[in-house]
Each structure stands twice: as structure tokens, then as C-alpha cells.
């Protein structure tokens, strides 16, 4: 049998099955959207400031990626992500304080300011890392699943990666395992268009990531990854597949990031036009939630002005919690090197 | 004590392990049906079936990835390499991945996990086939880094990389599986981080590890013929290293030739050498001097392949000329 099909696809083709989430639900879904944007808003303030160094990738714009699929976890599943993880880390519950903290490499931070933007861990979580380079993750997540499989637990692991990572050996190499070796694992192509400034038609000799499972023999689907309800629905049928059948999915989330790589590039000007960026910008996960829970009278523009309140103070919280705590102890150099000690 | 090849003492930790704990797995290139590209894992895959013996396609990167990925929700999985030649597909997740994880979570993610293969110089295999990397990996915080020399140290090695709670790099010698020796039996381990002197002597060091280990002792035996009396000290274990051990020789001989199979430069011996000049420089009455691989890729021709490698001869010419004889 060929890698099955099971398309929604995005960019103004279908939509997702009609959602029906509970309001309760969507309301969970949009207080955690625009947390992550309004985070991410001020963790690139707190750059440009200098508290918070090295590589810093934001993640606005992919909001409805990160959300939706936690949605569809169970506690005791792991999760790897890349570099760009704040996302990620706060969808599955690490705290704001936590990641804001970690990004100001302070010792109350979850990787205890040792790993910083682009290592975000919280194993009580099953959060088993941001992980820094292109692809690395990818078999780490297959060995999660693996494990699952050893033990005879029905956990899953799910794995979130660009689409930059699909031309590079370790997914190739992970897939095939993945697949031959029926493992319960979820891979998602967050299709955000970009490899760093690299257009997708310009790095991949096919415009169809989802497409590359057919050569494993593994089920793909393409998602709309602005729309919060199809993420989740999508991530549910890969999840239930894992975890009842243990058969691993492909899911490419077509999504689109609103600012640079990092913080290093300009959002538009060199290798997209800002056209381009205000294109995107008209089907904003958070918009589209909001727009669908104002219409089912889910919320009013007294509720929304109030979620945006909680947000703001939630981060203003987690700023000046990190600017406020210690740096790690000067011996915190040596620790952590081996199990015991250096 | 029973007389075991190198192999299968190897064998028979791997074996023992996996009795005693069944978070060990073997995964690897034909570990399981082939019984191991060397042997080394002959019978196991019977013994404890497909789950826990586990072959892979050639994708020595994701296999790797793999089983750190394992090693880091707490199995302990033993990764085989068909030869660390191979592994240099998969060094980015020894170095990336496993030897950081630990560091990079702030302490929450372990990572203990065996990488295991054959290293060092084969017989003809020319220059891809046949290389020593325990340099390498032995530069990177978070990797310990194993070459037994003899079958009993690599049973004792390996029994205690398996239970070890961090990465684990443990270079076999490809020319060493057929070496026998004696094995004790059961629970052998040998600690890691511990140099033992194979041979006590009084008028040089010899600081080995792995395939050298032969090398050295063969020219301690031609020595003592001319009257020299030469001390083997194998390292065993190259990272963390028992600079004790090599230290309290250097300060009882004063003189010293390190025996390495891979290149000189940025080399084993040349931090064997580091340490002797900070803390026994008073000590010595003659520069360290080093054997190591000559400083070219590895040729196929016989004759030149001999030339290219660290021999009893170079030994002997080289504790000739830190004792002035030569």
C-alpha cells in the first residue's frame, strides 16, 4: 500500500472539518496564542535590549502549529523541537517565567540558564528539548518512540522541525526506520517557507514535503497550520495512529513566520517582500480564532480586551521574574558535564 | 581462569548485561541475523531475540540518533558500529547530542549510552578503513572514551560502559579480536578512569592503550634481553585519564616514550605529554618522546603499511635515545 492520504490542505484551498471545540477549549487555544505571541514579542524586545544573547528565533505567526498539537498529547508523550521552541515549550506548560528566565540565562530558567533560547527542556514535561542543529532531533525522537515500543507503554513522540530540515540525511534516514520498524512517532514539518533566507522552491526539489513519506511507505497529510481546529484534528489522527496502531505520520503544517530567522534579519526587505509578509499576515492564526469565537459568540470585545490583559501581565510577570533572578552560581560551570560532576 | 578471545570476552559482557538488565539493547549494522560483522555479537539476537537485538539499515546517523534518543527516556542502549570509520556519519549525534545533553538540560537528561566498534589499523584496508579517532572523541566534555588492550580489560571495560551513566565511547582494536587471554569469569569489571601497569619496570615508561598495549610489551620483552627494564603503563581508558598512574611511573623511571596508533599531531600522547611536562617536569632526565601512525593517510601496499605504523622497533629505537644509548 502506498503512504495513504488524508488531505486538508492550506493556503486558501478546504479549510478543516467544521471545529467542534467546546467553548471552553477554543478559549484555552487563543489564551495560549497570543501568550506565545505576546512572549515572543517581548523576548525580541529583550534582545534588542541585550538581556537575552545568542541566536534568538522567534515564533510569531506559527502559533496555531504549537498549540493545536499539544492539544492532542497526553502528559506522559515526548516532544523535541528545534531552535525555534519557545513556542513549543509554552503550548506544552512550561511557564512563562521558566522560559523568559532561560532566555535571560538565569538559574531559575528550565535548563537552569545552561542551554538558553534554543535548549529549552523540562523533562517532568516530556519536553525533551529544543535542539540546535538542523535535523539533529529528528532521530532522537524516533529513539523516544522506540523506547515506548521496548517497554510496551502506548506513549508517543511527537518531533516539530522547519521544513528546511526534510533535505537533510537524518530525516531521511529516521523515516525510513520510522516506518520499517513501526514506531510511534509524529513528524511535523512546520512549512513556514524559509530555510533562514532560502525559499523553499529554492532549497527542495519538490514543493510537496508531505510527499517525501511516500518513499517510506508512511501515512502523510497536509495541514493548514494557521488554523488552529485542523492542526488539532490532523495531530489527533497521527497521535491515535501511533498510539493504538503504533505507526508513525508525516505532517507538513503549511505556516509562515512573520518575522526574521532570527534576530538577526530583517522580517522583509531581502529575501521576501513586505507584500509578501502583509499577505500572510491576513490569515493570522490568532485572528482566525478570535473571528471564529466571536462569531459563535464564544467571547465579545470585552473578553478578548480582558484575555489580551491576563497576557500581558502574565509576561510582564516572566520579564521582570528573569531580570530579577540570580545568575547560576559561578561552580554551575562544572556541573552537569558527566552524572557526577566533571 | 578460561582462556577467551578478545571477541568473545566482549561477547560475553555484552551478554551478562543484557541478562542482568533488560534496558540493555544491541543495535546495530548486522548485530543480529549475520551474528555481527566481526562476531563480536554471535549469538545474542538468539538468545534474547529481534526486540533487543536490532538490525539497522546502513543510516549510521540515524541509528545513533536513535539510540541516544532511547538513552535519553532511560534505556541503555549499546550502539554498534561496523568500524568507527562508519562513525563518522554519525558524529554529529555523539558530539552534538550525546555528549551535551546532560549539560544543555541543566542536568535533567542523562544520556547513557555505549558506542562500540572496532578502531585503529586493520591489516590492508588502506586509508577510508583504517584510522584511530579516540583523539577525537576523547576532545569532547561529556564522552568518556574506552580502547581495552587485552580480552579481560575488554570485558571489565564494557561491562562497566553499560552501566555507566553517561555516554560511552569504546574503541575496540580491529586487530585484536582474535587475541586470547585470560577472563575471569561472572562479574568482572574494570573501572573506568583506571590505567594498570601491564609490566613493572624501572628504566622508561611506556604509555599505551589499545592494539599498542602488544606493541609496547613486545619491546619491554626485547629490551630486558639488552637490560633494560621498561615499565607498560596502559591507559585503558583515555578520557577521564589516570594521569596518576602515568605520573608515579614517569616519577620512578625519569623517562618516558609514549605508543599510539593514530596521527601525531593534536594526538593521545601528545596530551600524555602535556601532563608530564606540568607535573613531573623536574622529574624526567630526557624529553618524552612519542610512537605514533606515521603522519600520512594509510596506504594499501604491505610493505608501506608496515612502515606506517607504530612497531616494536620504533619503540625500542625510541627508549634508546631517552636513555642517550642512541
Known sequence: MAGSRASSRAKGAARGPEPSASSEQCLTYLRQMKLIRHFEDKAGEAYSLGKVGGFCHLYIGQEAVAVGSMAALRSDDYITASYRDHGHALARGLTARSVMAELFGKATGCSHGKGGSMHLFDASLGFLGGHGIVGGHIPLTAGMAFAAKYRKTDQVAVCFFGEAAVNIGSFHETLNMAALWKLPAVFIVENNGYGMGTALARASSKLDLAHRAYSYEMTEEVVDGQDVFTVRSAVDRAVERARLESLPTLLEMRTYRYVGHSMSDAAHGTYRTKEEVEEFRQRDPIKLLEAHMVAAKMIDEAGLKALDEQVVAEVEDAVTFAEESPDPAPEALWTDVLAGGQ | ?326
Open chain 2, 1 to 326: 581462569m578460561p582462556l577467551l578471545t578478545y571477541r568473545d570476552a566482549l561477547n560475553e559482557a555484552m551478554r551478562e548485561e543484557m541478562a542482568r538488565d533488560d534496558r540493555v539493547f544491541l543495535m546495530g549494522e548486522e548485530v543480529a541475523e549475520y551474528d555481527g560483522a566481526y562476531k563480536v555479537s554471535r549469538g545474542l539476537l538468539k538468545e534474547f531475540g529481534p526486540l533487543r537485538v536490532v538490525d539497522t539499515p546502513i543510516a549510521e546517523l540515524g541509528f545513533a540518533g536513535i539510540g541516544v534518543g532511547a538513552a535519553m527516556v532511560g534505556l541503555r542502549p549499546i550502539i554498534e558500529f561496523m568500524t568507527w570509520n562508519f562513525a563518522l556519519l554519525a558524529i554529529d549525534q555523539i558530539v552534538n547530542s550525546a555528549a551535551k545533553m546532560r549539560y544543555m538540560s541543566g542536568g535533567q537528561v542523562g544520556c547513557p549510552i555505549v558506542f562500540r566498534g572496532p578502531g585503529g589499523s586493520a591489516l590492508q584496508l588502506a586509508a577510508q578503513h583504517s584510522q584511530s579517532f579516540e583523539s577525537w572523541y576523547a576532545h569532547i566534555p561529556g564522552l568518556k572514551v574506552l580502547t581495552p588492550g587485552t580480552p579481560a580489560d575488554a570485558k571489565g571495560l564494557l561491562k562497566s560502559a553499560i552501566r555507566d551513566d553517561d555516554p560511552v565511547v569504546f574503541i575496540e582494536g580491529e586487530m585484536l579480536y582474535n587475541v586470547k587471554g585470560e577472563v575471569p569469569e561472572g562479574e568482572h569489571l574494570v573501572p573506568i578512569g583506571k590505567a594498570d601497569v601491564k609490566r613493572a619496570g624501572s628504566d622508561v615508561t611506556l604509555v599505551c592503550y589499545s592494539k599498542t598495549v602488544t606493541v609496547a610489551l613486545k619491546a619491554a620483552d626485547q629490551l630486558a634481553a639488552e637490560g633494560i627494564n621498561a615499565e607498560v603503563v596502559d591507559l585503558r581508558t583515555i578520557r577521564p585519564m589516570d594521569t596518576e598512574t602515568v605520573l608515579n611511573s614517569v616519577g620512578r623511571t625519569h623517562r618516558c616514550v609514549v605508543v599510539e596508533e593514530g596521527w601525531s599531531f593534536a594526538g593521545v600522547g601528545a596530551q600524555v605529554v602535556d601532563v608530564i611536562q606540568q607535573y613531573a617536569f623536574d622529574e624526567l632526565d630526557a624529553p618524552v618522546l612519542r610512537v605514533t601512525g606515521a603522519d600520512v593517510q594509510m596506504p594499501y601496499n604491505k610493505q608501506l603499511e608496515r612502515a606506517a605504523k607504530a612497531d616494536p622497533a620504533k619503540v625500542i629505537a625510541a627508549v634508546k635515545r631517552v636513555l642517550y644509548l642512541a
